[in-house]
Structure formats: C-alpha cells, structure tokens
C-alpha cells in the first residue's frame, strides 16, 4: 500500500490564507466588541455584536477542518454567548455582561498568541 502523505497538498497553503484573514478577522471582532462596550444605544450594541457573531461564525466553520481545533471550538463558544445574549431579555435592553467581553477578549488573545506562534 502507498504511503500517504500526512496533508493534502495545498493544505498548507490554505492553513496560510486562513492565518493571513485571522489576522484581519481578530482585529474586526475586537472592533465590534469595543463598539459595543462603548454605545449606549441597544441597537448599536446589537448590530456590532451581529458583526463580531457573523466573524465567529465563519472562523468556527473552518478552523477545526485545518487543524485550529482549539480555535474553532473557541469561536464556537464566543458565538454561541453572543447568541444567548441577544436572544434574552438584557440584550433587548442592552445591558451587557461583562463575561461575554472577556470570553471575547480571551478569543482574541488565542488568536494573538496563535498568530505569533506561526510567525
């Protein structure tokens, strides 16, 4: 029987690309998540909010496949706290935990430290 090569050619450079718009994506949820800490509006929290879950989401979708199991399950996790909040009652009103920042900043730091060690 042939050996089989470890990764399917091209994996690697796919790993890279997904690496390359982690960077820009860890930057975008931070930016989201900061917006709205800093708004006053219900409104204005959820929709930045909306934008860090729709960034999560599709971090979550690809990081376990290329081998970012740890990653993945995080963005899974962030996502999933966003959806929580928004579905209840305080994300109507707009009053956000501050629990849900730092699972958010913590996915962020992962992402970082990630990032580095691949550099």
Partial sequence: MKDMPSELPGLERIKE?????LAERQTTIAHHALAAWESDSAAAQS??????QNVL?????????????ELGEAARSCEGAIITFLDSNDGA???????????????????QTLLAQRS
Wanted: net charge negative.
């Fill in 17 to 21: 690309r997904f690496l390359s718009l």
């Fill in 47 to 52: 929709s930045n909010l909306q934008g860090a």
């Fill in 57 to 69: 989401h599709q971090i979550a979708g690809s990081a376990g496949s290329l081998g970012f199991v």
């Fill in 93 to 111: 009103q707009g009053s956000l935990p501050h629990s849900l920042f730092e699972e958010l900043d913590d996915f962020v730091c992962m992402s």
